[in-house]
């Protein structure tokens, strides 16, 4: 499949390399991102280019900041859990629930993200309301967002070369564009 994958969002996927995919579906969403904000962290002290993306984009208080200042600045788990909060949809960590996801709606986005038409095709057959579906998570987005580059969980803005095609499944297949 040809997908177009910016570099920021290459970084912050190769951060969370392990975390992400078929084993994030058997985790809460508390699960999920206290695992990633102590990768986040790691990658913070190792000054991994996706650390920097999310910290950038997720924590307020370093937002468009120089590099360097966001490399020295003296972070703590409450900061990490806050920015992956930030970044999943949520106003703060305290926020987040344990809700599970759905993992069919998972398969769909991956399958979406990776412009493989026949997958989202036959999820769509299999189980109709996933074209109206929301995340778990707190942006709650859809896949007709997740298409569009919803511009948060970084690591999932990819665009595939197909998506109109897609928008145009979604869309035949019941997914609301005022959602």
């Given at each position: 499949?040809?997908?177009?994958?910016?570099?920021?969002?290459?970084?912050?996927?190769?951060?969370?390399?392990?975390?992400?995919?078929?084993?994030?579906?058997?985790?809460?969403?508390?699960?999920?991102?206290?695992?990633?904000?102590?990768?986040l962290?790691?990658?913070?002290?190792?000054?991994?280019?996706?650390?920097?993306v999310?910290?950038?984009?997720?924590?307020?208080?370093?937002?468009?900041?120089?590099?360097?200042?966001?490399?020295?600045?003296?972070?703590?788990?409450?900061?990490?859990?806050?920015?992956?909060?930030?970044?999943?949809?949520?106003?703060?960590?305290?926020?987040?629930?344990?809700?599970?996801?759905?993992?069919?709606?998972?398969?769909?986005v991956?399958?979406?993200?990776a412009?493989?038409?026949?997958?989202?095709?036959?999820?769509l057959?299999?189980?109709?309301?996933?074209?109206?579906?929301?995340?778990?998570?707190?942006?709650?987005?859809?896949?007709?967002?997740?298409?569009?580059?919803?511009?948060?969980?970084?690591?999932?803005?990819?665009?595939?070369?197909?998506?109109?095609?897609?928008?145009?499944?979604?869309?035949?297949?019941?997914?609301?564009?005022?959602?």
């Amino acid at each position: 499949m040809d997908v177009y994958v910016a570099p920021e969002v290459a970084a912050v996927a190769d951060l969370y390399e392990g975390l992400l995919g078929t084993d994030a579906v058997q985790r809460t969403a508390v699960e999920q991102l206290r695992l990633q904000a102590e990768r986040l962290a790691d990658g913070h002290r190792r000054r991994h280019r996706g650390a920097f993306v999310e910290l950038s984009n997720w924590y307020p208080r370093l937002a468009a900041s120089p590099a360097e200042e966001i490399w020295s600045a003296a972070l703590g788990d409450e900061d990490y859990l806050g920015t992956v909060a930030r970044g999943h949809g949520y106003p703060d960590w305290t926020s987040v629930r344990p809700a599970r996801p759905a993992p069919r709606f998972e398969r769909c986005v991956d399958a979406l993200l990776a412009g493989d038409r026949p997958a989202v095709a036959e999820l769509l057959t299999t189980d109709p309301d996933l074209a109206s579906a929301r995340s778990h998570w707190g942006h709650r987005a859809t896949l007709l967002h997740y298409l569009a580059a919803n511009g948060v969980e970084i690591h999932r803005q990819r665009v595939p070369r197909n998506a109109p095609d897609l928008a145009r499944l979604l869309l035949d297949s019941g997914a609301d564009v005022a959602a």
